[in-house]
C-alpha cells in the first residue's frame, strides 16, 4: 500500500477518530471504506440541456435562429473585425 497524506477539517477528523474507537478498528481503516464506498457510487451527470436549462431564453434581443445562423449574426455584429484603439 502507499501512503497519502491528507488535511481534514477538526470535525470530520473527530467524526472519523470517534468511528474507529466505536468500531475498534484503525483510522486508516475507517478513511479507506469511506473512500472505497464513494469510489464505487457512479456519480449522476446531468444531462447537458438539463444544466442550461434555466439559461434558456434568458438573453435578450437575439434572433431566433442563432443556432443556424451564428456565423452571418457575429459578422453582422462586428465580431472578429480590428477595432480602432
Do not use: C, F, N
Not at 502507499?2 to 473527530?14: D, G, H, I, S, Y
Not at 469511506?34 to 438539463?50: D, E, I, N, S, Y
Amino acid at each position: 500500500m502507499e501512503t497519502l497524506t491528507v488535511r481534514l477539517p477538526a470535525a470530520l477528523a473527530q467524526e472519523i477518530e470517534a468511528e474507529s474507537k466505536a468500531r475498534k478498528i484503525s483510522k486508516s481503516d475507517v478513511v479507506r471504506e469511506r473512500l472505497q464506498r464513494v469510489a464505487g457510487t457512479p456519480r449522476r451527470r446531468r444531462a447537458p440541456l438539463a444544466a442550461i436549462a434555466d439559461l434558456i431564453g434568458s438573453v435578450d434581443r437575439l434572433p431566433a435562429d442563432l443556432s443556424a445562423q451564428r456565423k452571418s449574426h457575429l459578422k453582422a455584429m462586428g465580431y472578429g473585425r480590428k477595432r480602432p484603439r
